[in-house]
């Protein structure tokens, strides 16, 4: 893992995945080649807001850094109103990425959740064979699938209301594939809810799990602690820093 | 160095102790020094003033624990940190390893506990002890000493018997009467002021109804606080001797100039860093360009330097 650098990069691409999500591509090939999969970038969306946002690095190539999101509030709206030429302040790759991406791999992704996966999918495969279960709402909100299709052997996609592949959440393809107990690790990401039921599943079935988490951020280096989640291990609880320590924790230490 | 090739002289002698140059970074948004070391040599700086230390380790408070505001950011982290043992055994060795001054920050239930601490710490080879009375996040100790002259006093009196090295106080922006404060702290010997700390304040949002923060209320801190901070330090210079060192809402060497004219001896950058880990040297930097262009020779002429009407 390289040391993170803080720099200007060129917006080379934009492109509109859904309604409200845009995945965003810079020049940057400092970045692109420090960065490990489950990493982030800190941007600064624009002067009038203090604070950088964060967001998963959704993939590497050829010396460009490209980050999926979706429109939430101000600072996300002016990062989805950029055209290729704008340069942004980047701070990154920063946290420390997934652990286990050789070996059979299945990754679990819930709503954009399925973004930081891309690249570690991309990665696990280099290596392995990795197989992925991704679930969203609906069919208008799934995104990436296509590219997953291209990397992984297996791609099972759940929407919440049916309306594209399995009707339910990704908790059941998983329990079926973890009863094949061939996988080396499970990676996932997604909303908390989700987290800590692949969680459960993948430690009732004996798999190694790491979680990606989320939590809001100030300076998103380790310095301010504002970012905490609560850990445990060898029996001891600590707030560890999502940023520094994070954002992807073995499952087992995470206290859900 | 302390003298550039246009001969401006940065130095500044504080509480008789000498810094390279005034930017010093402000407790809690600096950490141990660490995180920020990836992205510049920590010698650039005039100080590092650690994350506030108590004497047992702190979990702090549940988050959320940040919220973005206009201009600024609330926070309630609530004094997390490993206790000042852990950071004199894991910590400082580290920060000493820099030739930068170290001014450790502390904050204590009693007045007797503040006082353990700068004994342990002088101890430890810290350069300036200080005192944290005005920490908005915390149930005991903390804005509750701060807010009033009398315990101001009384926890000041408690760190001079038992520190080594020169004692700080750092004052909260949250009273009315922030002359009669300091003036609390000055009589009772301290060597010097720090403020502000953050001003205590909330957000709520409106699709929940339940405040941003787990812990309702936090302190404000960054560019929106910056004229109540030149308004504090101003009042403050005019109320005692000591030496102030300046902070609150400093993103640039503009608003630097700015507070050492109302008062300041040393300038503390603390959410700036958040925006870009650079900020502090940026800000000396922009203090120098000033210098220069304005024919300052000494930054410590700029001090109080405010012609007021
Ligand atoms: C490690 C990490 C990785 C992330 N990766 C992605 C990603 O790949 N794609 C994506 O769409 N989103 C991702 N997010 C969430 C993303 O950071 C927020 O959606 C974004 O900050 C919202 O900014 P805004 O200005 O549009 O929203 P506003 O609501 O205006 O933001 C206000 C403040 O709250 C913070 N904030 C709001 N929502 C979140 C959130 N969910 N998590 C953290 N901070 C938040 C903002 O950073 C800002 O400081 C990630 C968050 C973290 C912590
Ligand atoms: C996240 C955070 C944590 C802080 N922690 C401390 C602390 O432990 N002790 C302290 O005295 N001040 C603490 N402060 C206050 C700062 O040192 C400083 O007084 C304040 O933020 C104003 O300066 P700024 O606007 O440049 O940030 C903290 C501020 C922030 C933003
Ligand atoms: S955001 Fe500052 S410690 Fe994580």
Sequence with gaps: MGAALNSVFTVSDVRRLAKSVFSITFDAPELASRAEPGQFVHIKCGHSRPLRRPFGISDVCGGKLTVVFEVRGEGTKWLAASAPGRRVDINGPLGRGFSETNGNILVVGGGLGAAPLLFAARRARESGGVTAVLGFRGISNAVLTDKFE?????????????????????????????????????????????????????????????????????????????????????????????????PVFDAREVVW | MSRDSHNIDMKVTFAGIEFKNPVVTAS???????????????????????????????????????????????????????????????????????????????????????AEMAQKLS???????????????????????????????????AVKRRSGVPVMIKLSPNVTDIAEIARAAEGEGADAVSLINTLLGMRIDIKTRRPVL????????????????????????????????????????????????????????????????????????????????????????????????
């Design chain 1, 150 to 246: 291209s990397v992984c052997y297996g791609v099972f996609v759940t929407t919440e209301d049916g309306s594209s592949g399995l009707r339910g959440t990704v908790a059941l393809p998983l329990e079926e594939l973890l009863k094949t107990g061939k996988y080396s690790a499970v990676l996932s990401c997604g909303p908390r809810a989700m987290l800590k039921s692949v969680a459960e599943l993948c430690e009732r079935a004996g798999a190694r799990c790491e979680a990606a988490l989320e939590e809001r951020m100030g300076c998103g280096v380790g310095a301010c602690l504002v970012c905490v989640c609560k850990t445990k291990k060898n029996g001891v609880e600590t707030m560890s820093r999502v940023c520094r320590d994070g």
């Design chain 2, 123 to 157: 101890g430890a080879g810290v350069d300036i002890i200080e005192v944290n009375v005005s920490c908005p996040n915390v149930r005991e100790g903390g804005m509750q000493f701060g807010v009033s002259a009398r315990a101001v006093a009384g926890v000041t009196r």
């Design chain 2, 28 to 114: 809690g948004t600096f950490g141990f020094g660490r995180e920020y070391a990836e992205y510049f040599d920590l010698s650039e700086l005039g100080g590092v003033c650690t994350k506030g230390l108590t004497l047992k380790a702190r979990q702090g408070n549940p988050p959320p624990r940040i919220a973005e505001t206009p201009m600024g950011m609330l926070n309630s982290v609530g004094l997390q940190n490993p206790g000042v043992d852990a950071f004199i055994k894991n910590e400082l060795p580290f920060l000493k390893k820099y030739d930068t001054r170290v001014i450790a920050n502390i904050a204590g239930e009693t007045a007797e506990e503040y």
């Design chain 2, 214 to 309: 787990a812990n309702n209320t936090g302190g404000l801190s960054g560019a929106a606080i910056l004229p109540v901070a030149l308004r504090m330090i101003w009042q403050a210079r005019r109320a005692v001797k000591i030496p102030i060192l300046g902070m609150g809402g400093v993103t640039s060497g503009d608003d630097a100039v700015e507070m050492l004219l109302a008062g300041a001896s040393l300038i503390g950058v603390g959410t700036a860093s958040f925006t870009h880990p650079g900020a502090a040297i940026d800000i000396r930097d922009g203090i120098a360009a000033y210098m220069r262009e304005n024919g300052v020779a000494a930054v410590s002429d700029l001090t109080g330097g405010v012609e007021a009407y």
